[in-house]
Structure formats: C-alpha cells, structure tokens
C-alpha cells in the first residue's frame, strides 16, 4: 500500500498510462524521455526532476499535482454509525449518503411505537418522497392523512406543513427523499 509521494507518483504515473493504453515506450517518447527513465518512475527507484515530472503530466494530459497524489480508492465503505445522525424528540434521523448531492436530500427516519415528529416546509417546489419499509407510518401533509404499510411511497409537496407518526405498536423505518426547487 503506497505510503509516500514517491509510492503515489509510480502508481500514478503506471496507472494513467494503463488506463490510456499505452505501453511505456510510446508515452516515453510522447514525454521526451528514456523508456528507462519512465520505467524507473513506475517501479518507484527514479528521483524525477521537476523538468521531468512536468513532461510526464504533459504527456498523460494530467496536472502535476495529480501525479503526487494518493491514488483514488475504488470504494468508500462508511459504517452506519459513521453516516451524520440526529434527534428530532423521539425520531433518529440517519443521512443515507455521506455528502450531499446537489439538491437532494436522503434520510433514514426511525419512529418508535408512538412517535410524532412536524416536517418542516421546504421553498416552493421542493417534492418529497416517503417510503415506509417497516412498520406503519402516517403522513399528514396539507391537511390530509396517508397510512403507509411496509413498500408504500407517498409524493408530496415539501414546501406545505407536514408532518409523521407512528400509530403502530413496533418501531417503524421510513426513507425521505427531499428533492430541492433549483435555485434560481
């Protein structure tokens, strides 16, 4: 597991070439350099020059920073406990996502047997989403009322009062999906 810039830069540099297709010889020559200068670079032993460095990011069409960089990992695996969470009286409400997508928003909400929580009215255009996946939940959004099972969705208006409940006598799961008006 590479560790420092020089780990960083061989990985880089091997796998932009990669990713392009190109063997070494062809992006060695495309740089203006030896073909063992560039196979020194992607083993990790070359000591580059910032001349050098600034030739290879030109020939793989990368900024130089980019070259030095620890590599991107493939996945992020985050632990529920690590998702964003807080409390609204007895309801835990959980993000989904560990960063927010433009004018989205993903929530878990957990209401215990009896649990009452007011919605807040979002800017006109705001639709959102309920899905309830266990339990019962109840909806009241501009006056009238939904009960939903497990798998119902309800489509609401998010910038009218609303508000959830669990009329049940188990904990009920439900997801909102908030979907924000585009800012003008």
């Not at 600034?54 to 990368?62: G, I």
């Not at 928003?105 to 255009?125: S, W």
Request: include cysteine.
């Amino acid at each position: 597991m590479p560790t420092s810039a020089t780990d960083h830069l061989a990985d880089n540099i091997k796998a932009i070439r990669e990713i392009r297709g190109l063997l070494q010889q062809q992006i060695a020559k495309a740089a203006g350099i030896f073909r063992a200068t560039w196979t020194n670079l992607e083993s990790g032993a070359a000591n580059p020059t910032l001349a050098v460095l600034v030739k290879v990011a030109a020939a793989l069409e990368v900024r130089l920073d980019e070259l030095l960089a620890p590599p991107p990992q493939p996945a992020r695996f985050l632990r529920a406990d690590e998702l964003p969470t807080r409390q609204r009286g007895q309801v835990a409400i959980r993000k989904l996502l560990p960063e927010p997508l433009p004018n989205l928003d993903l929530e878990r909400m957990t209401l215990p047997p009896g649990a009452r929580m007011a919605g807040v009215p979002h800017t006109p255009g705001t639709r959102e989403y309920l899905a309830c996946e266990q339990g019962t939940v109840e909806l009241a959004v501009a006056g009238e009322r939904y009960t939903l099972a497990e798998g119902d969705v309800v489509i609401f208006r998010g910038d009218q009062r609303h508000a959830y409940f669990n009329p049940g006598k188990t904990t009920t799961i439900a997801y909102s999906a908030i979907a924000f008006a585009p800012r003008m």
